[in-house]
């Protein structure tokens, strides 16, 4: 496929653009990670399926893609401010364990959530306190040009020495309040952001000398040196959510266009939150784990099919009757794919349209809804499939996979209660518990012998 078929949302300039690579063919894609301080919410995987989607993409139009992730181990602070504590300070305190050791025990159980859903793995993951030097060294770069100034807490980026500060964002520079002086603390500006942190006299768990005192990175110097060790001064596309938009990546693009006179990433792409409730689901009060989807007898598999229903740059509404039809949908189509014989080839007439929506930027609703076009066409049963399964390269649903459902204990429990329930001729009672185990993405299929199975929907 030529090149410029592939159009992407740019951030930087708020326009679909086409997409042109800096190499042909290659593809240096730096997306944020995960800030190790907590499991990760079904909200957080949404941006990591946004950018297993797009490497997706990229890969069926033969690119070759160079993917980097950090791992945030150290320098978050609580306020996006610089002022509060370090997630990971505060996160070692509530699990009574140190920090070194909840770095591990999160970064571990994010990567069994990505596996779990088919999540590509990274080409490189990069972890920010194994690259401490390369931050300094970007730190000390950014003072030789004279950006930077020294406060009692820290070394900070004065952003009135960048003219065009906050254009991903449109930020109004002007109007921006001051807030409260805690928050401002010694810095010039409301907008100036800290590289450097001092440990300010209190030991800290994770701390290094630098040529400014003892203390540790702040959090957006650590993307861009990883990104720039890993990837160059400038690559092809920085990806991340869309909270990153107002500070984390405006700052990104602060320091390295002062650092080495552009903008370090041609495409910035920004996945969109999944709410609960018409919030954010950090802010809704609910922590929804995808070990908490599985509980309640869901494969991890229909939650990516649910984020397909809706586009990347739209707020996606978690509701647990949306998975259940996400789920029925997902072994609807499974059961379709194994129905249908091998050895076909993909269609042109459907290839050709599934690329047209998944090069526009990602319109995956509306390559999904071509799937059901697809099986209720009167193209060869093996044409479908190998159709179907050249989809799903860019899905990642694994159509082909049989999967063995291991039915939850709570399902399990309702169907024998349910059963008790109809030999004590209470039936209301009965219908009332089957509707549960409807709920629940599963049906109880009675026997003759008064016996019964419990299967999917």
Known sequence: MAQTTLHFYNTLNRQLTPFNSIEPLKVGLYACGPTVYDYAHVGNLRTYLFVDTLKR??????????HVMNITDVGHLVSDGDSGEDK??????????SAWEIATLFESAFFTDLERLNILKPSITCRATEHI???????QSLE???????????????TEKMPDYGKLARLDKQGLAAGIRVDMAEKRHPTDFALWKFS?????????????GIGFPGWHIECSAMAEKYLGETFDIHIGGEDHIPVHHTNEIAQ??????????????????LNINNEKISKSGVSLRLESLIEQGYEPLAYRYLTLTSHYRSHLSFSWEGLAGAQKALRRLRGKVADMPAGGKVDDEYKVAFLGYINRDLNMPQALALVWNVIDSDIAPADKKATLLYFDQAFGLELEKVIQVAIPDEVQRL???????KQQ?????????RDQILAYGYQVNDSADQSFTITPR
């Not at 030097?133 to 730190?139: E, S, T, V």
């Not at 030789?144 to 004065?158: A, H, L, P, S």
């Open 57 to 66: 993409v990229l890969q069926l139009n033969g690119y070759q893609v160079n």
């Open 88 to 97: 990971m300070e505060k996160g070692a305190r509530s699990q009574h364990k």
């Open 133 to 139: 030097q390369d931050q300094i060294a970007f730190i």
């Open 144 to 158: 030789e040009k004279g950006y930077t100034y020294q406060t009692n807490d820290g070394i900070y980026f004065d």
């Open 200 to 212: 300010s006299g209190q030991k800290r768990q994770m701390e290094w000398q630098s040529p400014w």
């Open 256 to 273: 390295c266009q002062a650092k080495n006179g552009k903008v370090q990433a041609n495409y910035w792409m920004h996945g969109y939150f």
């Open 415 to 421: 169907a024998e209660q349910r059963q008790i329930m």
């Open 425 to 433: 001729g209470l039936y209301d009672e009965a219908d009332s518990i």
